[in-house]
Structures are given as C-alpha cells and as structure tokens.
C-alpha cells in the first residue's frame, strides 16, 4: 500500500514539473484525443462495441466507478477552498479582561507580554504548489507557544497537515505534527505542545502526509 501511494506521489510531483507548460500540453492532448477518436471510428470500433455491448457495459462500468471516485479524491482538493479567520493571540493578550482571571507571570512579579519569537514567509514547493503568507511563533506565556498563520493561502491538496520542522528547507523525518491543515486561505493558530523544542524549530511545513509531498514551507527566523 506504502509503495501505490509512494508512486502516486512520484506520479503528483512529475505533473507538478509539468504545470508551466499545462496550455501546449493540453492542447495537444485535446489533438491526440481527437484524432484517436476518428481513427478508432475509422477503423469500425463503434460496431464492434455495438456488436458487444453487454460485454462493454460489464467490463467499463467497473472502470468508470473508479475513475471517477479515483478523480474525485485526487483532483477535487485541486480547486475547492476554505477559509478561516481567528484571532492573533497578542491580540487578545492586550484585550482587555472580563474575567477575573490573572495575566500570567514572568516569575518577578510582571505580568508577562505575548511576544513574536520566530517569524517566517511561506513560498511553495514549485509553480504549481504555490504558498503565501506569514507564519509566526508566538509565545503566549512563559515556554508556551502557538503557531499562527497570517495572510495564508496555499494550493489545496489531499491530506494536508502542518509541521514544525527541524529543518529549514521543509520537511523533516524528525518534524513534529501539529495536525491537520485547518484552511487553505485566512488567519489561524496551532498550539504548540510543552514538549517541543522550540529552539530546535527551522520551519513550518505544509506537507501532503499520504503521498509524501511538499506543498509549501515557511523558514523562521529568531525575532
């Protein structure tokens, strides 16, 4: 199974090289298509098919099923987008409280001020993986931090998750997960677990988990 979805992911990235030339390519695969189709009928394909219909029916049924869900789960990602806008987190640190709650302490009796300690700009992996926007970690109290993404728009996919990466190129075996992909465009935060490292961070990768593809990263620099 590792091994399809490994080659689905071979198959994505060649296509992915592909993307700059897309219109001569598409026009010569409409040309071909065309002239398949009047050989074929040239050549008396359509009575043949005719002749066995059933048998047609029966073995390109099947076929057509999966293409067509195959399609729908692989392509479909390709344009459908979301949209998501939360708060920033120094944002409703300085709000205001309504509550009785107390603003956490930097231990010498301050109250502490959520600050911005990395900050980064998403680019994509290539033409067709495009990536926008800032990607920010802040920290909200002492050793506690959130990733927040602003201005964010990336090319939609299949199994999109987000992590913080050792590695500032993208992706790294040793990358931690922060989950799932929450939109393709807006503003939005992950926390970030107590027992990350943050100072081994170097970026924050959007990678397409079961096809093992980079879709955009964003490498931070200490503020």
């Known amino acids: 199974m590792r091994a399809t979805l490994s080659i689905f992911g071979d198959i994505e990235r060649f296509a992915a090289d592909l993307y700059d030339f897309r219109y001569p390519i598409t026009a010569a ?42 399609g729908n789960y692989l392509l479909s990602p390709l344009w459908e987008r979301s949209f998501l806008e939360e708060s920033s987190p120094i944002a409703e640190a300085a709000a205001p409280s309504t509550g009785s709650t107390q603003a956490p302490s930097t231990g010498s009796g301050q109250a ?24 920010s970690l802040i920290e909200t109290a002492p050793g506690k931090y959130v990733l927040r993404f602003e201005n964010f728009s990336v090319r939609n996919g299949p199994d999109l998750f987000v992590y913080l990466s050792p590695n ?18 807006g503003s939005f935060n992950y926390d970030v677990s107590a027992d990350v490292d943050v100072s081994q961070v170097r970026s924050v990768v959007i990678w397409c988990r079961q096809f093992t593809v980079l879709f955009a990263h964003a490498a931070l620099v200490r503020q």
């Open 29 to 70: 695969l409409v040309v071909a298509a065309l002239v398949g189709v009047v050989l074929a009928y040239r050549a008396g394909a359509h009575r043949l098919l005719w002749r066995h219909r059933l048998a047609a029916a029966v073995a390109g049924t099947p076929l057509l099923i999966v293409a067509v869900l195959a």
């Open 112 to 135: 502490f001020a959520a600050r911005t300690t990395h900050k980064g700009e998403f680019e994509g992996a290539d033409s067709f993986h495009f990536g926008r926007g800032q990607a």
């Open 168 to 185: 500032p190129d993208g992706y790294d075996s040793k990358a931690v997960n922060l989950g799932g992909l929450k939109a393709t465009d």
